[in-house]
């Protein structure tokens, strides 16, 4: 299994501020995940965070909205940039881990943004 | 783009009786996974199928996959309190990246 921390766990934000989201592993990963997901809605992938290089973004999602750093194999930040009450969702970081063929997703508790 | 669709949305069931989840995806797919999550709580895995027509059991859980592996079910056999929650099933996308159904959300009358 994986043990996987956010920070912070909730936060009240003013429309137009940024906050950013630390995700902490408890052992080295090749990738991490980044999802939102919008109250009583299934999880969405925004990117992929990969160690030394630049993270890649589905559909819908651009870097300049969601920054994300990715110094070492056990750590990752997101950041909601220039937030609106649209971007009130839980954000979730995940990593995948198992042998081959058979991976599964451990997912961090989730960080809970209320933007007013 | 692929999709991955689940119904029903929401399942009322008295406490005792059968719970079934299904899963269509547009394409087909190498595997499928399904996750449990509990209200307030973040997804929990819960198993892998990989093998077409493949069956797993875990206790009063009985995951399917479809034999042209471009379906799937979850039945829950005499539900109990412990089962609230939303299921979600998810497949590979492209780069292997998952994609996550809309959920089936679980409540239990007592």
């Known amino acids: 299994s994986a043990v996987i921390s956010q920070k912070p766990s909730r936060d009240i934000c003013q429309r137009g501020t940024s906050l950013t989201i630390q995700c902490q592993v408890d052992s080295q990963v090749t990738m991490m995940f980044w999802y939102r997901q919008q109250p009583g809605q299934s999880l969405t992938l925004i990117a992929t965070a990969n160690q030394g290089s630049e993270a890649t973004y589905e559909s819908g999602f651009v870097i300049d909205k969601f920054p994300i750093s990715r110094p070492n194999l056990t750590f990752s930040t997101l950041t909601v940039s220039n937030m609106s009450p649209e971007d009130s969702s839980i954000y979730l970081c995940s990593v995948e881990r198992g042998i081959v063929g058979y991976n599964e997703q451990f997912f961090g508790p989730g960080t809970r943004l209320t933007v007013l | ?110």
Not at chain 2, 27 to 44: A, E
Not at chain 2, 80 to 94: K, L, M
């Open chain 2, 1 to 110: 783009g692929q999709q991955v669709m689940q119904i029903p949305q929401y399942q009322h069931v008295q406490e005792g009786e059968d719970f079934t989840t299904y899963c269509n995806s547009s394409t087909t797919l190498s595997n499928i996974q399904w996750y449990k999550q509990r209200p307030g709580g973040h997804p929990v895995f819960l198993i892998q199928l990989v093998k077409s027509g493949e069956v797993k059991k875990q206790k009063r859980l009985t995951f399917q996959f479809g034999e042209a592996k471009k379906n799937s079910s979850l039945h829950i056999t005499a539900t109990q309190t412990t089962d609230v929650g939303t299921y979600f099933c998810a497949g590979p996308h492209r780069d292997d990246k998952i994609i996550f159904g809309k959920g089936t959300r679980l409540h239990i009358l007592p």
